[in-house]
Every structure is written in C-alpha cells, then in structure tokens.
C-alpha cells in the first residue's frame, strides 16, 4: 500500500533556528498538503503543493514539491515559540479505480528551547 | 460557520464493552473521513464517506468497527466490543467535493482499559 515516511520524528530547535521537516512517498503523488497539529490540538491545513517542483511561502514557511512528485519539504526559517507543534504531510493517491486517499505521513515533533 | 464537531472528547471504556463516536461534519460537506491516531503515530486512514456512501473503508482494522453516516449528514463509529489497541484518537475530518483542505474535528479519545 501507498507509504509516507517523514524524518526527522522529532526535532528540538533553539528558538530563532531554522528547522525542516521532510516527506517521503513510495509512490507518485497526485498532491501533498501540510497540517499542523498544536499539542492537545487537532490537524490543521496549512497549504497544498500540486505542481511538480512547486514552492511556496507563508511568511516564514517555506513549503517544496519534488519534481518527481515523491517527496516535499517544509522549512521554517527562524522559528519561534508559536511553531511548536507536530507538523504533518499528506500524499493524495488515487487509484486505479479512481478513488482518492490522502495519506498522512508520521510526523515530526518540534519543539522550541526560548 | 459552526466547524467539524466530535462527542464525547473522551470516553474511557473496559475491553469488551461498545462505545460509539460521532461526527458532525461541517454543513454541506459531502465528503467525511474517520482517522486514528494512536499514542503520538501518524494518522492512520480509516475510512472516507462521499455523502451517505462508503467510498473507501480499507483503513478499517477489522469487523469490530462499523460506521455509517445517515442521509449524509452526521456520522457515527462504533466499536464493538473494543479492545485495548483500540485506545487512541479519532478524528473526523470534511470537506466539500474536489477540494483538498480537510477539516478536522478536536477528536475523540478513547481509552480502553
């Protein structure tokens, strides 16, 4: 079945340092969306990477889809306290039979050192 | 707009016994997933509606759970009779049709001792 691996599984950052979280995919990737999950939260969208080699920013996140649509990455640059939290990947496959199944990786776990 | 709501947050149930979780999805949503996070893993796909359709329940450990969503509107999972690896979170998440966002719900954990 279709896997997304994420590394690292944690991360432990001094506030102001930059960190990068990055997704993997056994299979070629219809899209890949990012959530992110507070702790004691639930998931929640941050963006979706469609095109093959597509970035985009969100202030300081900075979000890349692989050219083969396989893998992603998400860099934060500078992080603050605000940034701790899980931070998911989810593949979009879809079938042979049309069906479409968003698959979430593992996670990283980041947390902040003020 | 009211957003994707859960009940109970948490139920904490012996091994043997059924509890059942529902999910009300944002009003118009057609599609409605369940998902399951156990002790801090990723989460993991259980199923996926399209309005009162089951569209996709590969992610369904086994007949123990059962779930459906009645006229399309509000969904239930019930696990009967629930075992200790069943203790986790599940999340309900909607989202209208060919769109990607999904809305997550706060989750429902589920201790079962």
């Known amino acids: 079945g279709q896997q997304v691996m994420q590394i690292p599984q944690y991360q432990h950052v001094q506030e102001g340092e930059d960190f990068t979280t990055y997704c993997n995919s056994s299979t070629t990737l219809s899209n890949i969306q990012w959530y992110k999950q507070r702790p004691g939260g639930h998931p929640v969208f941050l963006i979706q990477?469609?095109?093959?080699?597509e970035v985009k920013k969100q202030k300081r996140l900075t979000f890349q889809f692989g050219e083969a649509k396989k893998n992603s990455s998400l860099h934060i640059t500078a992080t603050q306290t605000t940034d701790v939290g899980t931070y998911f990947c989810a593949g979009l496959f879809i079938s042979n039979f049309g069906n479409e199944k968003l698959t979430f990786g593992t996670g990283t776990r980041l947390t902040i050192i003020p | 707009e009211a957003g994707v709501t859960q009940f109970p947050s948490h139920s904490v149930i012996e091994k043997g016994q059924t509890v059942t979780l529902r999910c009300d999805p944002i009003?118009?949503?057609?599609?409605l997933y369940w998902y399951r996070r156990v002790m801090g893993k990723e989460i993991k796909f259980l199923l996926h509606?399209?309005?009162?359709?089951?569209?996709?329940e590969s992610g369904m450990p086994n007949n123990r759970f059962l779930a459906e969503r009645t006229g399309g509107t509000y969904s239930t999972l019930k696990v009967q009779p629930a075992e200790l690896e069943d203790s986790g979170v599940y999340f309900c998440a909607s989202s209208p049709i060919n769109t990607g966002e999904l809305f997550f719900g706060e989750g429902s954990r589920l201790t079962v001792l």
């Open positions: 990477l469609v095109k093959s080699g």
């Open positions: 009003s118009g949503h057609d599609n």
């Open positions: 509606f399209v309005k009162e359709s089951k569209q996709d």
